[in-house]
């Protein structure tokens, strides 16, 4: 708990001092100057940085050091190649006519070239991506607490609305939505009214980034239905 910064200069005034115009607008001043660049200050960044939920795009790097998170993969930083088409953020690759080449995947090709592998998420799902990351850092394994968290992080709290397709969680071989899994598999599943874009699902699926909680020895799968 933070112990909010008291910059009111004006209480420094003595009662001898309370009838002297020069000292009374110097303090004044000085804490009109406190209270823009010492209040004012701490105020922001407990908003934009120290607030997972409301940080703003530096708070979020900051957040990605911290969580050991690379920042490069949310789309944080400036990219020349972060344009693309699709929900995938797919470019033209391809452009000929090499018959090695699939008919399939023979696209027309053109200027737009050049997305990659970058992953340009909205602010709010990476604010609700690493809240998750801490989840899988101090979670305790349990399919209940990871699913009290989900509900926590994605619903503030409130019950999931099953029929109407708004869900985020850990199934296990008694979930009643789903079939049983087998041993060391856990399988979170996301309903389709939580209009996750389909690259935040693909991150939540990389092993390498370790988003999701997890047991040792498990394997996970993320599926948006």
């Known amino acids: 708990m933070m112990t909010p910064f008291n ?38 960044w407990k908003v934009n940085v120290f ?6 795009s530096f708070g979020l790097m900051i957040w990605c050091i911290i969580l050991g998170v690379p920042a490069g993969g949310f789309g944080l930083y400036p990219t020349s190649q972060a344009w693309a088409y699709g929900p995938n953020r797919q470019n033209f690759v391809y452009s000929g006519a090499d018959p090695s080449i699939p008919v399939g995947n023979r696209s027309t090709g053109g200027n737009f070239f050049g997305g990659g592998s970058s992953e340009i998420l909205d602010i709010n799902e990476i604010r609700n991506t690493l809240r998750l990351r801490y989840v ?48 060391f598999q856990m399988e979170y599943r ?36």
């Open 7 to 44: 910059g009111n200069q004006e209480q420094a005034l003595k009662w001898l001092q309370s009838q002297a115009p020069g000292i009374q607008q110097l303090v004044k001043s000085k804490a009109a100057w406190y209270d823009q660049f010492q209040r004012q200050f701490w105020d922001d």
């Open 51 to 56: 607030d997972i939920r409301t940080a703003n």
């Open 136 to 183: 899988a850092i101090v979670n305790n394994g349990s399919v209940a607490f990871i699913n009290k968290m989900l509900r926590y992080i994605f619903n503030d709290d409130e019950p999931w609305d099953f029929p109407g397709g708004r869900y985020f969680y850990l199934a296990d071989c008694t979930c009643e939505h789903g079939t049983a899994l087998p041993a």
């Open 190 to 225: 996301i309903g389709p009214a939580m209009n996750l874009s389909p690259q935040l699902v693909n991150l939540y699926n990389d092993p390498k980034m370790g988003i999701v909680p997890s047991s040792a020895g498990s394997k996970v799968t993320v599926i948006q239905e």
